[in-house]
């Protein structure tokens, strides 16, 4: 065979390992979007938000439709981490909390709760929850219940007195009274 015919067949050769990697690449994007539309559908069904770019900022933040109901227990999580870390107090209240909101031990939500209280989670799921929560409270979510912001911001402060002070004096820090008070005003001031 010539040389000339041998660079031939290797030029088809990689034209069609491009062509199938092309199709892969693809194949796979299609997947992506179609697997991100229905997490977005089954958590419009769980949050009864409705507005597609309220679902993609959960998406974007990292919930599915298995640990959305986690979001309404950001704020919680995030007073826990108020003061750098978590206190075996807050993180055994904090669990307790979502006890009773219905996070079931072993499942997804659980799971990724206690991941989130031996790592910080990254700001942005902090920075963008408020807004996302209170939307849910304005949609009547069947994720929050009867659950107010009243009772959100309760639930803080039970988390920054969890771990503070001596005999009950100085409980809450400066860091966390500073923190309850920006999570106070982002779960109430976006009211409709």
Request: glycine share 10%; proline share 4%.
């Amino acid at each position: 065979m010539a040389e000339h015919e041998k660079i031939g067949e290797r030029g088809r050769a990689m034209e069609e390992e491009y062509f199938r990697k092309r199709d892969r690449e693809l194949v796979e994007k299609l997947r992506k979007a179609r697997a991100d539309e229905d997490a977005k559908r089954a958590m419009g069904a769980s949050t009864g938000l409705q507005d597609p770019a309220l679902l993609q900022a959960l998406l974007d933040l990292g919930f599915t439709p298995d640990t959305v109901t986690l979001l309404p227990l950001v704020p919680v999580v995030q007073m826990a981490w108020a003061e750098g870390g978590v206190t075996k107090h807050e993180f055994d209240l904090v669990l307790k909390l979502a006890a009773a909101r219905g996070v079931a031990e072993g499942s997804p939500a659980h799971q990724q709760l206690i991941d989130w209280l031996g790592t910080r989670p990254a700001p942005a799921v902090f920075a963008g929850a408020g807004r996302l929560i209170r939307a849910m409270l304005d949609a009547g979510s069947g994720q929050v219940g009867d659950l107010t912001a009243d009772d959100l911001v309760a639930y803080c402060e039970q988390i920054a007195g969890a771990s503070g002070g001596m005999l009950g004096l100085g409980r809450i820090s400066v860091e966390e009274r500073t923190l309850l008070t920006q999570i106070a005003s982002d779960l109430k001031t976006r009211q409709r």
